[in-house]
């Protein structure tokens, strides 16, 4: 399984960008679906997770509101919408698939839950 993310940038803040994730499987539908991010010497952090059909998502506390996370199987493609972007959102956002396994959303919510990863797209906002 090999994930590709895209569409990072620099952007001035209170800007929207859209990351994508293009996740090279057989069926995504097997899979759970979450965005990390690490900002410049901070750990990395969980920022959204999404079930294999779409209707359950989960967010950090920090972007509920203005984050959105979506996910087309039929593309094998996982968006994920930032909307009125601040300075603090500035990170590299990864892309992580684990096996769906049936448990609740505080599972995905973890790193450690996820078995691939993306390279990275860094997100830069100025303020």
């Known amino acids: 399984v090999q994930l590709q993310a895209s569409g990072g940038g620099l952007v001035q803040a209170g800007a929207s960008l859209r990351l994508s994730c293009v996740v090279s499987?057989?069926?995504?539908?097997?899979?759970?679906m979450g965005w990390f991010r690490q900002a410049p010497g901070k750990e990395r952090e969980f920022v959204a997770t999404?079930?294999?059909?779409?209707?359950?998502?989960s967010y950090v506390d920090s972007v509920k509101g203005r984050f959105t996370v979506s996910r087309d199987n039929a593309k094998n493609t996982v968006y994920l919408q930032m909307n009125s972007l601040k300075y603090e959102d500035t990170a590299v956002y990864y892309c992580?698939?684990?096996?769906?396994?049936?448990?609740?959303?505080?599972?995905?919510?973890?790193?450690?839950?996820?078995?691939?990863w993306g390279q990275g797209t860094l997100v830069t906002v100025s303020s």
């Open positions: 499987v057989g069926t995504l539908r097997n899979y759970a």
């Open positions: 992580a698939a684990a096996p769906l396994l049936g448990y609740s959303d505080a599972y995905y919510r973890k790193m450690a839950s996820y078995d691939y």
């Open positions: 999404i079930g294999w059909s779409g209707e359950s998502t």
